[in-house]
């Protein structure tokens, strides 16, 4: 069954540090998304992504965050400067069309450590 | 406003017995979705089972079915059965309204989750 690939799955950087987090979607999937789950709290969305750019953001998703789609898979979410509140698991999903009732599936998810 | 509202932090349930996980939720758009989602101790995120806010019957999916009260806008799931591999945090979601009716692409709004452990 095909499914949402990440990597790493646990990276640990240093406060300051760029870090890239990196998920191949399901092959025929067109909308890619990225959340992120503080520890203990609830998933949060960040960015949907569709045709090559950005279709929504959240407050959260300021100008320290970017997402490409470098070629044909991969999709990914860099950090530029990280903080420590950035410290969270990171969840990339992806759905095959963008309606209502089209199911996102989930990776699962990198966890992103910021000492 | 918090979108999705799921009041039960934590709950134990006996093997072999139904669980019923509250979730009620708050929108305009008479266009939505509602999804669970379960996530085990090792953190990935697992879709379990969708309602659409047009669709006339409740939603099953083998043990899971979905409670669907749209005039009380709740939205429960019902797991059957309980097995202890279900042991796992239980997210309800919502996504509001579609392209052609909105701005939004599709985000889904989360509940901070029900903690569900299975005795045995």
């Known amino acids: 069954e095909p499914e949402v690939t990440q990597t790493p799955s646990h990276q640990v950087t240093q406060m300051g540090q760029e870090v890239i987090l990196r998920c191949v979607p399901i092959?025929?999937?067109?909308?890619f998304y990225w959340y992120r789950q503080i520890l203990g709290q609830k998933v949060e969305f960040l960015v949907s992504?569709?045709?090559?750019?950005?279709?929504?953001k959240s407050e959260i998703f300021d100008d320290q965050f970017s997402v490409e789609r470098p070629d044909g898979s991969n999709f990914t979410l860099k950090i530029r400067s990280t903080k420590l509140e950035d410290s969270a698991m990171y969840f990339c999903?992806?759905?095959?069309?963008?309606?209502?009732?089209?199911?996102?599936?989930f990776g699962p998810g990198t966890r992103l450590t910021v000492l | 406003a918090q979108k999705i509202t799921q009041t039960q932090p934590g709950m134990f349930v006996q093997e072999k017995e139904a669980v019923t996980l509250d979730c009620t939720y708050d929108?305009?758009?008479?266009?939505?979705?509602l999804f669970w989602y379960k996530q085990p101790s090792s953190g990935e995120m697992i879709f379990l089972i969708y309602?659409?806010?047009?669709?006339?019957q409740n939603a099953t999916e083998g043990r899971y079915s979905l409670n669907f009260q749209k005039a009380r806008k709740s939205a429960n799931l019902v797991i059957s059965a309980s097995q202890l591999g279900d042991s796992a945090m239980y997210f309800c979601?919502?996504?509001?309204?579609?392209?052609?009716?909105?701005?939004?692409?599709?985000?889904?709004?989360f509940g901070a989750g029900t903690q569900v452990v299975v005795t045995p």
């Open positions: 092959s025929n999937h067109l909308y």
């Open positions: 979601a919502m996504r509001e309204g579609d392209r052609m009716t909105t701005d939004s692409w599709g985000k889904l709004q």
């Open positions: 929108t305009s758009d008479p266009s939505y979705g």
């Open positions: 309602q659409g806010s047009y669709d006339q």
């Open positions: 999903a992806s759905s095959l069309l963008g309606g209502t009732g089209d199911t996102q599936y």
């Open positions: 992504f569709y045709n090559n750019e950005i279709s929504e």
